[in-house]
């Protein structure tokens, strides 16, 4: 009983998307500040790892949006944060999808920029006492 | 890298995350990746070999 009021106490304190912000801006960050180690280290590896497999395929970076497939790729993509500013700035990633492979590796981006805001929303919840 | 490595490697970063987010304790984390791996892996499978039979 004491301790779930701790708990709660706790939850309340200071900003309560910190986490959440940054997850978002840098995969595992958030479970970091939390003290999760080993979570935001898994987390951090496979969100990272699906990210530069689908650069390494030559996948595409959305920059605009024509279509509502461009505007979906282009959300999917921003979920990745901080990689997605970083990728584009370098100018990584395919313009143009000529081979099987980059069309592969577009959608483990866009899935790696969705992984991570399930992995901000699981911070934020943690955070808030809502998740152990 | 083969199209079946990458729906293995898709599969195994997707679980992983999956566990994690999903399920409270590491037992049930573990778990519940191992299982999403499977289902990710099998569907793979088996939607591949129908659209083998269907092309065929």
């Known amino acids: ?132 | 890298m083969t199209h079946f490595a990458a729906v293995v490697l898709f599969a195994l970063f997707a679980s992983i995350v999956f566990g994690i987010t999903q399920r409270d304790t590491p037992r049930r984390m573990f778990r519940y990746g191992i299982y999403c791996f499977v289902l990710f892996v099998a569907s793979a499978i088996v939607l591949s070999w129908l659209m083998f039979l269907i092309a065929r």
């Open chain 1, 1 to 132: 009983m004491a301790t779930e009021e701790n708990k709660n106490a706790t939850a309340g304190q200071g900003f309560v998307y910190l986490p959440l912000i940054a997850v978002w801006l840098v995969p595992g960050a958030g479970h970091f500040l939390l003290r999760k180690w080993g979570r935001g280290a898994l987390l951090s590896a496979s969100i990272l790892g699906m990210f530069t497999l689908g650069i390494v395929m030559q996948g595409k970076l959305y920059a605009n949006a024509h279509d509502i497939l461009d505007i979906l790729g282009l959300a999917g993509d921003l979920g990745n944060g901080l990689l997605f500013v970083v990728s584009r700035v370098l100018g990584l990633g395919a313009d143009q999808v000529q081979v099987t492979t980059a069309d592969y590796g577009t959608r483990f981006i866009v899935v790696a920029g969705l992984l991570n805001v399930i992995a901000a929303v699981d911070a934020h919840n943690l955070r808030t006492g809502r998740k152990a």
